[in-house]
């Protein structure tokens, strides 16, 4: 087993040895840190010890990277140091970034794996659109294959050099083992290249499942199942709650949302052809839905690009 696996798996701790690790430490840390009197009596909150064992997903290396960072440093506040773990503050620079050993160790076992873009791709699946599809998750190996348009499998051997960070059943059903892998990932200034951009992944996703309906032959074919099914060849991925989630309107707003990936399939997309599937099934009020939000898409992709703020606009 190679050392970042054993680093990650084997060092298993149960909840309550964790909590009480972090407790005994904070303890010590308002006694013993030069900065003690100006530690406050009820610091941390218990609801703060819970939020930080439960991003230690079972694991004692994110708990003692926390410690060691908040209490560590004798010229730093500890409570600051906490404010920064949780976001709320900002670090003083590249030497205070609190999980440096953490983000090199997601950083060593993600850069190893042959085909990374292909893991960004699921990864981002998991932490991002899956947070948006609540009742539809895109949870298994198989889900993946039919959304990407893979081989059968692919989706797992793709995934089967981070059993340390992802687990994958005998069912093929999907889980994040670490909670914190969500917020190196979702951190650019912690995963630099390996960055989820929350944009970038659902205007792919919404890219993918107008492709999905482009492919079913949507375009000039008229199907007699309903709209959820009609993806029942494709691991029902449920298509329609994809866009519906997809293209809600803070999804649509983020930048960049409107990737090269959807601005394709919107040129190849019949809206003819759509209304009459939606006219079909009776949800035309769906089929307008859409259109609106793709007019609401296009008119902000306009005005980031539009020259007016610094300069006029010129006729062509």
């Known amino acids: 087993m190679r050392f970042w696996d054993t ?29 003690a009197s100006y530690i406050p009596s009820s610091w941390p909150s218990t609801d ?31 409570t600051r140091r906490l404010d920064v773990i949780r976001r709320l503050q900002p670090p003083r620079g590249q030497e205070d ?24 791709q699921v990864l981002g699946i998991l932490i991002i659109v899956n947070s948006e599809v609540e009742d539809y998750l895109i949870d298994s190996t198989d889900k993946l294959d039919s959304l990407f348009f893979w081989q059968p499998s ?7 050099q ?15 083992l670490h909670a914190s892998l969500s917020d190196f990932l979702l951190d650019p200034s912690r995963s630099h290249q390996l960055y989820l951009c929350r944009g970038s992944v659902l205007g792919d996703c919404a890219a993918l499942g107008l492709r999905h309906l482009r492919q079913q032959k ?22 329609d709650q994809l866009l519906y989630s997809s293209l809600t309107e803070d999804c649509i707003s983020a930048s960049p949302f409107c990737t090269p990936l959807l601005l394709e399939e919107l040129n190849q997309l019949s ?46």
């Open 7 to 35: 680093v990650l798996s084997e060092e298993y701790c149960p909840e309550e040895d964790i909590y009480q690790f972090l407790k005994d430490s904070f303890d010590k840390i308002r006694r013993e840190h030069p900065f």
């Open 48 to 78: 703060i010890l819970h939020e930080i064992t439960w991003k230690s997903s079972g694991q004692f290396l994110f708990a003692s990277t926390t410690v060691k960072y908040i209490g560590g440093d004798p010229y730093e506040l500890p």
């Open 97 to 120: 970034l609190p999980y440096a050993e953490l983000n090199s160790l997601y950083n060593h076992v993600l850069l190893n794996v042959p085909d990374i873009e292909k893991v960004k």
């Open 154 to 160: 692919e989706a797992k051997a793709s995934l089967s």
């Open 162 to 176: 981070l059993s340390s960070i992802i687990g994958c059943d005998a069912n093929g059903g999907i889980s994040i």
């Open 218 to 239: 949507l375009h000039g074919e008229v199907c007699h199942s309903t709209l959820s099914e009609v993806n029942s060849s494709c691991a029902n991925l449920q298509l």
């Open 271 to 316: 809206f003819q052809t759509l209304y009459r599937v939606y006219k079909m099934h009776e949800r035309t009020d769906y089929f307008w839905w859409f259109v609106s939000k793709i007019i609401e898409m296009l008119h902000i992709k306009v005005g980031r690009n539009s020259p007016h703020c610094s300069e006029s606009v010129t006729d062509t």
